[in-house]
């Protein structure tokens, strides 16, 4: 075996893109979306920046793949998002140590970018409005869409 195969590592796509979701989510939440860059994503997952267009796209992509990726557990039991024993604690431990993630950043920061928005509002009417519209909808009420998106807008601040 020659030197040079001795220092080629073997090329583990799947954990390339871990890497680099985790290292977006993280920086996209402590700095934004504006003010992170895409040579930061590649230096904080240990890779070659430009991965990133080979496995995402573009900035815009690989943000909207956090807001994705950053989907939480359905409950089985149940098949709807529930608070468990213990999240709250573990998003503001989260939010603490590394800042609000994408989703919450989405929620708090508008962005120039009109893909990233509407892929901010789709997740996170997704996440809110549709769950609470299910809930109203399972107590009898009447346009149980409208009096969601109302509520989950009055909660965000209408954005």
Known sequence: MTSTED???????????RALLEAA???FGRHGYERTTLREIGEQAGVDAALIARYFGNKASIYIACLEAEEPARDADH????LRQGLVERVIDRATRFGPTPVLQAIVVPTDD????LA???????RTVGPLRDRIAAG???????????????????R
């Open 7 to 17: 220092t080629v590592r073997p090329r583990d796509a799947s954990r390339t893109k």
């Open 79 to 82: 098949g709807s998002n529930q």
């Open 114 to 117: 009109p893909h990233v928005g």
């Open 120 to 126: 901010a509002r789709t997740v996170v009417a997704r």
């Open 140 to 158: 009898g009420l009447d346009r149980a869409e409208l009096r969601a998106e109302i509520a989950v807008a009055a909660l965000t601040g209408g």
């Open 25 to 27: 989510e993280e920086l």
